[in-house]
Nanobody
């Protein structure tokens, strides 16, 4: 049984930082990537970032490049999203997700297979 458990969300001020964590378990090696998407109420889902298990390839949506960093610890089955220089428009529910692969299509939801319950990130002064 695939399980994805996110943690680390919360409230941050504009310009502040948060670190999201995700513990992943129970998935097959057919799924080669893990990452994050976000969805705010009334808005479409947005791919945020992903990282390949095979090669460590990463992708980011343009609006978070240079501010967010994805990393993984394969031995601990963890993936992290370090979010710096947060902006109010980053406010959303962030979901940890498993994908077929990590490439540009992943940012548009391609290959999305499993996701967790989500964690709220609010950026406000």
């Amino acid at each position: 049984q695939v399980q994805l458990q996110e943690s680390g969300g919360g409230l941050a001020q504009p310009g502040g930082s948060l670190r999201l964590s995700c513990l992943a378990s129970g998935f097959s090696s057919d799924l080669d990537a893990i990452g994050w998407f976000r969805q705010a109420p009334g808005k479409e889902r947005e791919g945020v970032s992903c990282i390949s298990y095979s090669y460590g390839t990463t992708y980011y949506r343009d609006s978070v490049k240079g501010r967010f960093t994805i990393s993984r610890d394969n031995a601990a089955n963890m993936v992290y999203l370090q979010m710096n220089s947060l902006k109010p428009e980053d406010t959303s529910v962030y979901y940890c997700a498993l994908y077929d692969s990590c490439d540009s299509v992943t940012m548009y939801g391609g290959g999305l297979r499993y996701w967790g319950q989500g964690t709220q990130v609010t950026v406000s002064s």
